[in-house]
């Protein structure tokens, strides 16, 4: 079984003011989506940078481009 981070319990803890680069596990659980889906939508994004071995994304650009699939009522 693989290693699971605990994340705290809400999502306004993670959402700190001024932060603009979240890791996987924090903007996975910021937009309530698994892992791996929220890196492929970041990847579809191109809100994602990498730093050595380490990924880092843009969580704006992400609501940026979530935006664009907005349906209108």
């Known amino acids: 079984?693989?290693?699971?981070?605990?994340?705290?319990?809400s999502?306004?803890?993670?959402?700190?003011?001024?932060k603009k680069f979240y890791t996987a596990e924090e903007g996975a659980?910021?937009?309530?989506?698994?892992?791996?889906?929220f890196e492929r939508l970041a990847k579809?994004?191109?809100?994602?940078?990498?730093?050595?071995?380490r990924a880092l994304y843009n969580v704006s650009i992400v609501e940026e481009?979530?935006?664009m699939f907005k349906e209108e009522n």
């Open 44 to 53: 579809d994004a191109g809100a994602k940078y990498k730093i050595g071995r």
């Open 29 to 37: 659980a910021l937009f309530s989506i698994g892992i791996h889906a």
């Open 11 to 18: 999502i306004e803890s993670l959402k700190i003011p001024n």
């Open 1 to 9: 079984m693989a290693y699971a981070k605990k994340l705290p319990q």
């Open 65 to 67: 481009y979530l935006d």
